[in-house]
């Protein structure tokens, strides 16, 4: 028996209700560690329950950058996720998963108690 690859997708979203503060860049920070802590756990939750669920090793959430242009009062996510591309499971569907991710995020306006920019939403870029 051989063992899947492992396969990489990016996931990049915009949280609106998340203030952008300077240790949000150092990942030894306190507060690095938390959110980045919340959102793998968040990400995990939510594509547990997706088409990918049955092959997701979990997601990372590996930068956190202020919003777009120079807006401190957003932070974007930038996340990669790791599944086992096993033969009898489909391929990824970026698209699909796309829109699963959207719908259960309201329209990309809500992951937990976070607020979502509708538009910022990405899937593998």
């Not at 507060?31 to 669920?53: C, E, H, P, Y």
């Not at 096993?86 to 970026?94: G, Q, T």
């Not at 699909?96 to 719908?103: D, E, T």
């Amino acid at each position: 028996m051989t063992s899947a690859a492992l396969e990489h997708f990016t996931v990049n979203f915009t949280i609106t209700n998340l203030p952008y503060t300077s240790d949000l860049e150092n990942p030894d920070s306190a507060r690095f560690r938390a959110t980045r802590r919340v959102m793998n756990m968040m990400l995990d939750r939510l594509l547990k329950d997706s088409s990918i669920g049955p092959v997701l090793q979990g997601c990372e959430a590996t930068d956190f950058r202020y919003g777009p242009g120079s807006d401190r009062d957003q932070t974007r996510v930038d996340a990669v996720c790791t599944y086992s591309k096993e033969p009898w499971a489909a391929p990824l569907d970026r698209v699909g998963l796309y829109h699963q991710v959207s719908n259960k995020t309201r329209g990309i306006t809500q992951l937990g108690p976070y607020s979502l920019d509708k538009d910022s939403l990405y899937v593998n870029g």
